[in-house]
T-cell receptor
Framework: QQKVQQSPESLSVPEGGMASFNCTSS?????YFWWYRQHSGEGPKALM?????GDKKEGRFTAHLNKASLHVSLHIRDSQPSDSALYFC??????????FGSGTKLTVEP | GPKVLQIPSHQIIDMGQMVTLNCDPV?????FYWYKQILGQQMEFLVN????????KSKLFKDQFSVERPDGSYFTLKIQPTALEDSAVYFC????????????FGPGTRLTVL
């Protein structure tokens, strides 16, 4: 069983719209969560980290964490064509290993 | 920002041969990682390395795999001998610390085993 389940598999939003991604974990040992973005031909790059319950906002990006339900989400407002990429959530327990979700392919249509 | 480099970007070899994947981590980072991503699947942790030693490894890190970073040079992943199921993209990452420290990823090496 995968430790981190991510949805949706793909998402298409119009330019200026809101994109939302979700992840659920099956491991209560996870303490730290990240969202990574990967453009074609590149490695993943961290967008945001979230370690405490609640919302964390950085510019157009807002992450939300609910540790009780082991659910983490990412919302991108005012989406731009340059936001088109693969988005991964990643979670880490108390040892130094990142577990990745399966990714969401975002397409922002001009 | 900080960059992790990987050499080569693509490697094609015959099954049973040895291959070495090279990673040039961020210069002041202390923790190093390898991840494996088979096409269309999740990226999966292979191994992490700190202070000259493997700290954790997954079940994907078979006996044919080894890692080292001799004298602060490249952090390498060696597979000897290779098998067909080793075909994947291998990502190297590094971080300054453990815990909350961000892992910085390289662009990956696409390994094709024929």
């Amino acid at each position: 069983q995968q430790k981190v389940q991510q949805s949706p598999e793909s998402l298409s939003v119009p330019e200026g719209g809101m994109a939302s991604f979700n992840c659920t974990s099956s491991d209560r040992n996870f303490q730290y969560f990240w969202w990574y973005r990967q453009h074609s031909g590149e490695g993943p790059k961290a967008l945001m980290s979230i370690f405490s319950d609640g919302d964390k906002k950085e510019g157009r990006f807002t992450a939300h964490l609910n540790k009780a339900s082991l659910h983490v989400s990412l919302h991108i407002r005012d989406s731009q064509p340059s936001d088109s990429a693969l988005y991964f959530c990643a979670a880490r327990p108390n040892y130094n290993v990142l577990y990745f979700g399966s990714g969401t392919k975002l397409t922002v249509e001009p | 920002g900080p960059k992790v480099l990987q050499i080569p970007s693509h490697q094609i070899i015959d099954m049973g041969q040895m291959v070495t994947l090279n990673c040039d981590p961020v210069s002041n980072h202390l923790y190093f990682y390898w991840y494996k991503q088979i096409l269309g699947q999740q990226m999966e942790f292979l191994v992490n390395f700190y202070n000259g030693k493997v700290m954790e490894k997954s079940k994907l890190f078979k006996d044919q795999f080894s890692v080292e970073r001799p004298d602060g040079s490249y952090f390498t992943l060696k597979i000897q001998p290779t098998a067909l199921e080793d075909s994947a993209v291998y990502f190297c990452a590094s971080s300054l610390g453990g815990g909350r420290a961000e892992q910085f990823f390289g662009p990956g090496t696409r390994l094709t085993v024929l």
